[in-house]
């Protein structure tokens, strides 16, 4: 990215389903929770790690949290990001 600061480390700690959590949701909870709200986190967490890679200095570190266990919040968003700065060789 053209960002002029760059950071040696930086934690994407990005709003998720939450779905790691489920066994504590409350019955209101449960009744307010659908996929299509779910579904659309993924392109939200794909903007905030794009932008974290974009920040992050050459040889720096980049932290992917969330308190999900969904692949599409976890495994698809970085591999997302990934191919959509330049792919895996960008990266060693």
Same mark, same amino acid.
């Given at each position: 990215g053209?960002y %002029?600061?760059?950071?040696?480390?930086? *934690?994407?700690?990005?709003?998720c389903? $939450?779905d $790691?959590t489920l066994? %504590?949701?409350?019955? %209101?909870?449960?009744?307010?929770?659908n996929? %299509?709200?779910h579904? /659309?986190?993924?392109?939200l967490?794909?903007? *905030?790690?794009?932008?974290?890679?974009e920040?992050?200095?050459?040889g720096?570190?980049?932290? &992917?949290s969330?308190?999900?266990l969904?692949?599409i919040? /976890?495994?698809a968003?970085?591999?997302s990001?990934?191919?959509?700065l330049?792919?895996?060789s960008v &990266?060693?």
């Amino acid at each position: 990215g053209g960002y %002029k600061l760059k950071f040696d480390r930086v *934690l994407a700690d990005v709003p998720c389903s $939450g779905d $790691g959590t489920l066994r %504590k949701l409350s019955s %209101k909870e449960w009744d307010q929770w659908n996929v %299509k709200h779910h579904l /659309n986190l993924h392109k939200l967490q794909l903007r *905030l790690l794009i932008r974290a890679l974009e920040i992050v200095k050459k040889g720096g570190r980049v932290v &992917y949290s969330t308190c999900s266990l969904d692949p599409i919040e /976890n495994e698809a968003v970085v591999v997302s990001a990934i191919a959509r700065l330049g792919g895996p060789s960008v &990266y060693k």
